[in-house]
């Protein structure tokens, strides 16, 4: 059975509202924000189909995730699964999660918010990290989080097709999805708030990708042709150089053969 994977990018936080508001520590959802999680519930066709829910560790993802999805697991499931390696890409204290006691303290229920897979240096983004904003690394761990949808699939793949929501970041949803596509350099990505989009797991030339179903990508782009392979090596390259120059801790990536 297949394993589709519908990704969003969180509701607006008070990050969003301003440069200044990037030094805010781990924010909070807005009320616009909250508001668009209430619209996002009320729009979202495939609350029947949902089998996990998988959210950034960050507070505003899962919050997302729980105002959006709260009602679509079943009570003997893990309502929030918490995953690190989909974090947001900066090293700012806006896009650096809090420590797992202060997470623990705030989720105390692990049949609300599951967060075992988050460890002590979950968020250090700092030069030795495997969460520093390098671009290799970057890759490496969409890699990783591709990856780990797959498994998740293939563990569950006798109970029927697996749906998984799994909501993120701007930024690191285009490494995820290895799609550069409307990158807006000056807000870092290209996906507004609450945008979703839906890919089903496969598997090319031996590594995992999520191929946009027909469906969302019509529903985003219309009859529009999709950008060419040679025209999304040239978008990742620029987009990696751009983190490159931002916070210089490791070398730019180069473009592949």
């Known amino acids: 059975m297949p394993t589709y994977v519908h990704l969003v990018r969180h509701a607006q936080g008070y990050h969003n509202l301003c440069q200044e508001n990037h030094a805010l520590p781990d924010p909070d959802l807005t009320d616009l924000g909250k508001r668009q999680c209430e619209e996002l519930y009320q729009s979202f066709p495939y609350h029947d189909k949902i089998t996990h829910l998988v959210a950034s560790p960050l507070r505003r993802t899962i919050y997302t995730c729980l105002l959006s999805f709260n009602p679509d697991i079943a009570p003997d499931k893990p309502r929030v699964i918490t995953l690190p390696d989909i974090q947001e890409v900066s090293p700012f204290p806006c896009d650096t999660g809090s420590e797992p006691a202060k997470l623990l303290d705030e989720f105390p229920d692990d049949k609300v918010v599951d967060l075992g897979l988050v460890k002590e240096g979950w968020n250090d983004k700092g030069p030795g990290s495997e969460y520093a904003p390098e671009p290799r690394k970057l890759f490496e761990r969409a890699r990783r989080a591709r990856e780990w949808f797959r498994d998740l699939g293939r563990d569950h793949a006798g109970e029927g097709e697996v749906n998984i929501v799994a909501v993120t970041h701007g930024g690191f949803l285009h490494f995820l999805t290895e799609d550069f596509e409307g990158v807006d350099y000056g807000r870092g990505t290209g996906w507004g708030n609450t945008e979703w989009r839906s890919y089903e797991v496969v598997e090319e030339n031996g590594e995992v990708r999520l191929r946009e179903t027909g469906e969302s990508a019509r529903r985003r782009r219309g009859s529009k042709e999709g950008l060419t392979e040679t025209e999304q090596m040239e978008l990742r390259a620029a ?17 592949e053969e």
């Open 239 to 255: 987009f990696a150089g751009a983190v490159e120059r931002e916070f210089g801790m490791g070398e730019a990536i180069e473009e």
